[in-house]
């Protein structure tokens, strides 16, 4: 019973501390054990995820489960994806039971091929001003530590309105943590909605609870930051402009070290800060950069899984973090589009690149101690790979690498390695036989000289007794075989009938026998042989010299394997100290990875190197621009490239739905992204100026069911686009306003658009709404221009899509050719088209026609496809002589219909103005 009191006081103590998703595994002799007052949800929980019986406890009304203690990693896996924190204790010989560990989904080191596993700590505050611009404003620090790689960021901003979160929506979408910490004074699930927070396992934190109150003072305590940054860090002064993402990071450190403390060693400096281009309004999602879970995941689910053909895990992250984190450092920018060049004008076989493992997570394996022989005879065969790759770079491709002496560093590496560890015995990855060089440690040499000395002995005994029976055997074997039981008894078996013979053999003498060169005496004595059965055929010779040498064989050998452990820790801890050498191997492959799959994707999808061109301002000129996701798994009909210019001029883009305007749109999106990523991108030609902020407004992606409607998330976008805009920006996407009434939606979108005009940003807008191209709003920015996609519906092959860019806002009527071509019934068609001949008429009929000449309807602008509002004669009506004009080639009437022209206001005053 002192047993179950002492377990149940624990699990209570845990679980107020990590929550109800907390289950405690307590050591019972060689079994793991847990343990319930009743079939609750967690013993159930934890049944069900490891395929366990839940069963009653001597009948003491107390439900346990349990598995066998050589089973701990299997299960402890299973536990962490079923988002449970696991305290796990364990027995000693004496049992004693201490914690051996706390293990969560985002501070389980597990072996699986997981890129990252990282665990976010978000602090949320919401600071009110009663002084000054009264009023509340919310304040976001976030900290990160991926403890596969140990990288760590830092991220702070605020915003002075309600927010939806966009910023960390972004943070979590890129790091994707297993494990979240979320602290705030406020209410948290909205921003548990609007952000998205989605993992294995989430803790939510008040700052009032006073289970975490304590802690959480001390984390806003400078004297406390500065006791616990110092532990891990050198200079500590840019934590200090980071208030509230420095106490995240300091509650985060804390929060890894109780779980693991050899987690929090050896962290990379935070990363702050970056001057890379800012991408807004969930773009990574609404552009498809990353997989969203809206279709099955894949190599064509989104546009990273499709270019990141990298071979290793180093070169997989860096390509990633590349991509999803682009730059505005023109002179890095060419240095990347040069490399790329470079490398398809002088291709690489670098296929030994895929033989290299993850060795950023065996670098955090060594600091955790989770390493094993085997690792390091691996790293040693990796490293002449390594050493061959590098010697086929060229000087151009050393310098782009920015390390020195790779060949050195994995030459020193692999002389540690080989000094310490006898590489062809480590492959047995095992500490029962000896790995150690002779030298490393005198008493591991002592012993292992004792233990081969006895082997030696033993063998000379089975040579000598294999002999004595020889001669009655046909075959020439072994006819004593050495044999091990599972509890590490040793001895020497045979079959009964020739322990029989052997017996019947078996003189009384002593006789002189050879163990490692030197002699020893063998006493036999026939009355002191006996045997024991070891099974059905088989049976053990006891003899008590043999037995003495066996059983001392045995100690020995658990004595060495303790010492190899131990000389292999000592191996180990040493060999931290080449984290620079490492570091430069790492750093080399990854590069060479990267810059190999940027060459191959170049080539493969035939991508153009971007040029880049000085300008006050962003733009962009894209010619035969593709959607680089759409070409490749869009089979059924050939992708039409288009050109498309934004900055000089930006577009409203007409259609119908389904013809291309919001791919169009995603696939600019996409190779700005990529262009400023370093990457050659989907055109013939692609010349720019980089982008500062990139915004995307794309339907779709409207978060319904993160309980905001999509009125109020179009406003909440639109506020950030206005906010933030300026001549350095791109904003993409539909309309800026649906989610309300037609008039109000069409006031906005236009005020919008004269706001994006005034700041000079570049914008390229898919819209319906044609009512617009008439307002005098649209009309007098000169920098705006009309686009559309035609549809066309033949009766004999249904709707046809052109896919072509052309110029003017199009048929403002495509709505019912789309019906048509899904064979709506065709009494409602009729229906549908007598009412938009009523109210909408589009009939030449209807058309008025020119005071100049009754021949001449006034219909479209002859000259941008707008509304036609006059009629505007080509030779102007002052050069006729009595109504006539005589040019070089003929003499005509002023209104002669050749001579006139239908065109709007605009347009009419832009011709007199010339």
């Known amino acids: 019973m002192a047993l179950t009191q002492e377990y149940f006081h624990l699990l209570n103590q845990y679980q107020q501390e990590y929550g109800t998703n907390t289950i405690l595994l307590m050591q019972v002799g060689s079994f793991f054990e847990v343990y319930a007052k009743d079939l609750s949800a967690n013993i159930q929980s934890f049944s069900k995820l490891c395929d366990l019986n839940v069963v009653e406890k001597d009948k003491t009304k107390i439900w346990m489960a349990g598995f066998k203690d050589i089973q701990l990693e299997r299960y402890l896996k299973k536990i962490q994806e079923g988002g449970f924190t696991a305290v796990v204790y364990t027995q000693d010989d004496t049992k004693n039971r201490t914690l051996a560990g706390i293990f969560s989904p985002g501070t389980y080191f597990s072996d699986s091929p997981r890129l990252s596993n990282s665990i976010t700590c978000i602090w949320v505050e919401v600071i009110e001003q009663k002084v000054v611009n009264k009023g509340n404003y919310t304040v976001i620090g976030i900290a990160n530590i991926d403890i596969y790689t140990g990288k760590t960021g830092v991220f702070q901003y605020k915003e002075e309105r309600n927010t939806t979160y966009d910023q960390l929506e972004r943070f979590l979408s890129i790091t994707r943590p297993s494990e979240v910490l979320l602290i705030s004074n406020q209410d948290m699930d909205p921003i548990i909605r609007y952000a998205g927070i989605e993992c294995t396992l989430l803790h939510k934190i008040h700052t009032e609870d006073p289970t975490y109150k304590k802690r959480l003072v001390n984390c806003e305590k400078q004297t406390y930051q500065k006791e616990i940054l110092s532990r891990f860090y050198t200079h500590i002064e840019p934590f200090y402009d980071y208030t509230l993402a420095t106490q995240a990071f300091c509650y985060l450190l804390d929060f890894v070290y109780q779980h693991n403390p050899y987690l929090v060693h050896k962290l990379a400096e935070p990363e702050w800060k970056t001057e890379g281009l800012v991408l807004a309004n969930h773009s990574l999602k609404q552009l498809n950069l990353l997989d969203d879970g809206s279709v099955k995941s894949g190599k064509h689910s989104c546009v990273t899984n499709l270019l990141n053909e990298c071979v290793t895990p180093m070169g997989k992250r860096r390509f990633t973090e590349l991509l999803l984190h682009p730059i505005c450092d023109e002179h890095v920018l060419q240095k990347e589009y040069d490399m790329t060049e470079y490398m398809l004008d002088h291709p690489h076989e670098w296929s030994e690149l895929s033989h290299i493992k993850d060795l950023t997570k065996w670098e955090r394996q060594v600091y955790l101690n989770k390493t094993t022989p085997l690792s390091f005879v691996q790293l040693y065969d990796q490293l002449h790979a390594v050493k061959r790759l590098y010697a086929s770079c060229e000087d151009h491709v050393r310098t782009y690498l920015k390390v020195k002496d790779v060949d050195v560093c994995c030459d020193t590496l692999q002389a540690f390695i080989c000094i310490h560890l006898n590489v062809e015995v480590a492959r047995e990855d095992s500490f029962d036989v000896n790995i150690m060089r002779r030298g490393i440690d005198e008493a591991l040499d002592q012993q292992y000289d004792r233990w081969l000395e006895t082997e030696e002995k033993i063998k000379s005994i089975q040579v000598y007794l294999n002999g004595l029976i020889e001669w009655k055997e046909k075959k020439n074997t072994d006819y004593l075989k050495w044999h091990e039981t599972e509890k590490h008894q040793l001895g020497l078996i045979s079959t009964k009938r020739r322990c029989k ?21 063998y006493t036999v004595d026939k009355s002191q042989v006996s045997f024991e059965a070891q099974s059905a055929t088989n049976s053990f010779v006891v003899e008590p010299q043999l037995q003495a040498l066996c059983t001392s064989w045995t100690t020995l050998k658990h004595s060495m394997k303790d010492l190899v452990a131990c000389a292999f820790g000592r191996f180990v801890k040493q060999f931290e100290t080449l984290q620079p050498q490492l570091e430069t191997v790492i750093q080399c492959v990854t590069l060479m990875d990267v810059i190999h799959t940027k060459a191959s994707i170049a080539k493969k999808y035939k991508y153009c190197k971007p040029v880049l061109v000085d300008s006050e301002k962003s733009f962009v000129d894209a010619k035969q621009l593709r959607h680089a996701l759409i070409e490749q798994f869009q089979t059924s009909e050939l992708y039409v ?42 055109c013939t030609t692609f010349s720019y100026k980089p982008y500062r902020t990139l915004f995307t407004r794309i339907l779709g992606n409207d978060n319904l069911f993160k309980g905001l409607s999509t009125f109020a998330v179009e406003m909440s976008e639109l506020r950030t686009i206005l906010n933030m805009s300026n001549a350095n920006s791109l904003i993409l996407g539909d309309e800026l306003c649906s989610g309300t009434e037609t008039q109000s939606a069409i006031s906005i979108f236009v005020a919008g658009i004269q706001h994006l005009h005034q ?7 898919a819209t319906h709404l044609h009512e617009i191209t008439e307002y005098e709003e649209i009309t007098s920015l000169n920098t705006v221009k009309m686009k559309h996609m035609a549809v066309v519906y033949n009766p004999e092959t249904g709707l046809v899509y052109d896919r072509k860019l052309k110029d003017g806002s199009g048929d403002t009527m495509y709505g019912l050719e789309v019906c048509k071509s899904l064979q709506l019934p065709a009494d409602f068609m009729e229906a549908a088209y007598n009412i938009r001949s009523k109210y909408h008429s589009t009939s030449l009929l209807n058309l008025k026609t020119s005071r100049y000449n009754v021949h001449k309807l006034v219909g479209r602008c002859e000259k941008c496809g707008g509304t036609g509002q006059e009629v505007h004669h080509i030779h102007f009506q002052k050069e006729a002589v009595e109504g006539f004009i005589q040019t070089q080639a003929s003499v005509f009437h002023k209104n002669h219909l050749a001579n006139l022209m239908t065109v709007c206001e605009r347009c009419h005053d832009e011709i007199h103005l010339r």
Do not use: H
């Open 501 to 521: 013979l052997l017996l019947d053999a078996m003189p009384t003498t002593t006789v002189t026998l050879r163990a490692c060169g030197k002699p020893f005496a």
């Open 641 to 682: 490239a288009n050109d498309v210019a934004l900055g000089r001029e930006s577009w409203l883009l007409y259609g119908t739905n389904a013809v291309g305007k919001t791919s169009l749109i995603r696939a600019l999106g996409i190779a700005v992204i990529m262009a400023q990523a370093g990457l050659y991108v989907p």
């Open 759 to 765: 700041r000079k940003s570049s914008f390229l807008f």
